[in-house]
C-alpha cells in the first residue's frame, strides 16, 4: 500500500487545494452566507458524494472518456451550467425573509444534498483532474491500483470535508447577521444569483 509519507503528502496538498478559490468552495460559501451553515454543510456532503463518483471514474477508466471525448464533455459541461443557471434563476427571485433560519427552511436537506450532487458530476473536469492528480501519488509496485485510487479519493473527499465545513462555518455566521434585514437578505440573494450565473459562465467556456 502507499507509504504513509506519500499519503500524508496527498492529504496536505489536498487540503491547500480545497483552499484554493474555486467554483465548488465558492458554491459552499454562497449557499451556507444564504441559507445558513447547515445548508452549507449538506451542500458539502453532496459535493463529497460527487467526488465518490469521480474517484470511481478514475478508476475505472470514465475519465478518460471526458477526456478524449469532446461530445461527452461538452453534454455534461453545459448540463451542468444549466444547472447553475437556474439556481441563478433561484436565487434571483427569492424573497426576503428575515431570521436567522427562514431561508433554510425554503429547502429540505435533501434537496440540498442533491444540490452539491449536481454540482459537482456535472464539471466533467473534476474527472479529468482526478484523472491527471491521483496517479501522481499512486505507484503500481505498492499494490491494487484501484485501491490505491479509492484510498486516495477518500482522503481528498475528507480534506474537502475539513475545508468546506469551515467555510460553511464562517460564511453562515456572517448570513445570518445578513438575514435580519429584508433589504440585506435581498442583496444576499441577488449577489448569490450573479456568482451562480457566473460559475455557469465559467463552466459553459471550459475546455477540456
Not at 451556507?32 to 458524494?49: N, P
Not at 478508476?59 to 471526458?66: M, Q
Not at 460564511?171 to 434585514?181: I, L, T, W
Request: hydrophobic share 55%; charged share 10%.
Amino acid at each position: 500500500m502507499i507509504d504513509p509519507g506519500i499519503l500524508l503528502m496527498f492529504f496536505s496538498t489536498s487540503v491547500l487545494l480545497a483552499l484554493s478559490p474555486g467554483p465548488d468552495n465558492l458554491f459552499v460559501m454562497t449557499q451556507a452566507a444564504q441559507q445558513g451553515r447547515k445548508a452549507g454543510l449538506l451542500v458539502t456532503f453532496g459535493l463529497c458524494t460527487g467526488l465518490l463518483f469521480h474517484t470511481a471514474a478514475v478508476t475505472f477508466g470514465l475519465a478518460a472518456l471526458f477526456k478524449a471525448s469532446a461530445v461527452a464533455f461538452t453534454v455534461l459541461k453545459f448540463a451542468g451550467a444549466g444547472y447553475l443557471l437556474y439556481l441563478a434563476w433561484q436565487s434571483f427571485r427569492a424573497g426576503a425573509e428575515t431570521g436567522p433560519t427562514a431561508a433554510a427552511d425554503r429547502l429540505n436537506s435533501a434537496a440540498l444534498y442533491r444540490r452539491g450532487i449536481i454540482m459537482n458530476i456535472t464539471n466533467p473536469k473534476v474527472s479529468i483532474f482526478f484523472l491527471a492528480f491521483l496517479p501522481q501519488f499512486a505507484d503500481p509496485a505498492k499494490g491494487n491500483l484501484s485501491l490505491q485510487f479509492m484510498l486516495l479519493g477518500g482522503l481528498f473527499i475528507v480534506s474537502t470535508i475539513i475545508v468546506f465545513g469551515a467555510i460553511s462555518y464562517l460564511a453562515g455566521a456572517f448570513g445570518d447577521r445578513f438575514r435580519q434585514s429584508a433589504f440585506a437578505q435581498r442583496l444576499l440573494n441577488r449577489a448569490a444569483a450573479g456568482i451562480f450565473a457566473g460559475l455557469a459562465i465559467k463552466l459553459a467556456l471550459a475546455q477540456r
